[in-house]
């Protein structure tokens, strides 16, 4: 993403002009835009003309409109964003009120006024124009007959191909039609790795399986590569890592990036962060559960004792439609940080978002146990009994 201008009043209303870059920034956007923000971008508008003779034609014309927003509509796996709102601003073209949808597209820039920029969104500008923030972690997560290949950038897990293909059981002295179906289903995975990995940008290939399965695909790749002496993977196969997972579904892929020797190998990667950070919140849920919270109340009053070691609160709950809740978010997150926490921001795009959504959204580490929020737990379990 590309920060083009920046005007804030000491109110923190203003406006910043930003040009998307890469698909990735669409994400960006979209958790930048809120109901009631004003949207200025190029767009392109059918307008009805009349000719001299009385004849009535309509051609498409391309203006620049100033939408206050009404609804964001985002396709994850292509990466559009469309935005509907009324037009607020004079426009040849365009009568004021009427409504429109600007489609934003990578590489058109757009500017975006609100009347309140808080210290979440100011901090998703930051990380999005930060070039170090790009998709350097690819994943093939793989079974017998399925695979996907994902894409595993700072702020989303994007799965690229997803390959199927029907293996029949090996019979007693017959093996080939197994094998055959085999090869066929390795062949389709890279062929899917060739064409949706990007060697330039990716440090690093996790190929997860339950058993021998990438070990078996590892080796049918290189010694294909070295028969069809294809340069790609032999120069790249240094980034290629094998670790388990329990299955080829997508889900299999928060267990890969737990791996040890993944994490010390993505020990900079914001996905590797967001993992080791939920599964220290589950161990302490285990082991000491006096520290360990989830749930906005329990949190809130944890951080009212300034107990919170480590915030971890997914980007979902900044898109609440409602002010007031969104602002309870923002004033968490702010609060948590000027007691000297740590705020994990996660993606509900990545695999690890997902499980905390399923937590409500937000969790906390504390760095001591809070008695009155144990006690309230004893309270309503007993309730429930």
């Not at 975006?112 to 920029?117: F, I, R, S, V």
């Not at 999005?128 to 897990?157: F, I, N, R």
């Not at 949706?196 to 399965?213: D, M, Q, R, T, Y």
Request: aromatic share 6%; with cysteine; charged share 25%.
């Amino acid at each position: 993403m590309k920060l083009v201008r920046k005007d804030l009043e000491k109110d923190n209303a203003g406006q910043v002009t930003l040009i998307p870059e890469e698909p990735e920034d669409m994400w960006h956007t979209y958790n930048l835009l809120q109901v009631g923000d004003s949207l200025r971008a190029s767009t392109i508008r059918k307008v009805q003309t009349e000719s001299s003779t009385g004849s009535v034609g309509s051609n498409r014309i391309r203006t620049t409109l100033t939408l206050c927003v009404e609804a964001i509509d985002f396709d994850s796996q292509a990466c559009q964003l469309r935005v509907k709102g009324t037009n607020i601003q004079e426009n040849e073209y365009v009568k004021m009120g009427a409504y429109h949808t600007i489609e934003l597209e990578p590489n058109r820039q757009f500017t975006l006024a609100k009347k309140q920029w808080d210290s979440v969104v100011l901090e998703r500008i930051e990380q999005a124009c930060d070039p170090a923030w790009s998709a350097d972690v690819a994943a093939v997560v793989m079974q017998e007959g399925l695979a996907h290949v994902c894409l595993v950038t700072p702020s989303m897990t994007l799965t690229r191909a997803k390959v199927e293909v029907n293996i029949p059981r090996k019979r007693k002295g017959n093996c080939s039609q197994h094998d055959r179906a085999l090869e066929r289903f390795y062949e389709q995975v890279v062929q899917a790795i060739q064409r949706h990995i990007n060697f330039e940008v990716v440090k690093c290939v996790l190929v997860a399986s339950p058993g021998f399965v990438r070990e078996q695909f590892c080796d049918y790749m290189f010694q294909q590569a070295v028969k069809t002496d294809n340069k790609l993977l032999l120069e790249n196969r240094s980034k290629f890592l094998q670790v388990h997972s329990s299955s080829g579904h997508k889900y299999a892929l928060k267990e890969a990036l737990c791996d040890p020797a993944v994490t010390s190998r993505l020990s900079d990667t914001k996905a590797a962060g967001e993992v080791k950070a939920l599964d220290d919140f589950y161990k302490m849920l285990q082991h000491e559960p006096d520290r360990a919270f989830y749930g906005l109340k329990q949190v809130e009053k944890a951080n009212e004792a300034m107990a919170i070691d480590t915030l971890l609160i997914s980007d979902e709950l900044f898109r609440h439609q409602d002010v007031a809740t969104r602002a309870r978010y923002v004033k968490l997150v702010d609060s948590v940080r000027e007691n000297m926490g740590t705020v994990r921001i996660f993606s509900s795009l990545h695999v690890s978002g997902e499980q905390l959504g399923q937590l409500t959204g937000v969790a906390a580490i504390l760095r001591f146990p809070v008695a009155e929020l144990s006690d309230q737990e004893d309270e309503s379990s007993s309730e429930e009994d």
